[in-house]
């Protein structure tokens, strides 16, 4: 028994969904940094690029980023008193 090793921990991962996030990730970021075009880009990417029914996680989180973006970018309407 001391004789044989631990098997090596192995994790199965999908290098879409781990683009797809990283790409989430790039866009959430850029937002926070200002660079709301790149941001909606990427999120565009995402929404984009990532079709499958095991990545709707991601496009939801990109629709709900360009979402804000939008919200954000809609300029305030001020009520001017006419003379």
């Not at 044989?4 to 790409?23: G, K």
């Not at 075009?37 to 690029?49: G, K, Q, T, W």
């Given at each position: ?37 790149l ?19 991601y ?10 973006i ?14």
């Amino acid at each position: 028994g001391r004789l044989v090793a631990e098997p090596p921990l192995r994790l199965s991962i999908d290098p879409q969904a781990l683009a797809a996030s990283c790409v989430l990730h790039s866009a959430t970021i850029a937002q926070e940094h200002g660079r709301v075009d790149l941001a909606a880009s990427l999120f565009r990417m995402v929404i984009e690029n990532y079709p499958k029914p095991q990545h709707a996680s991601y496009v939801e989180q990109a629709r709900a980023g360009l979402t804000l973006i939008a919200s954000q970018s809609v300029p305030s309407m001020r009520l001017v008193s006419a003379p």
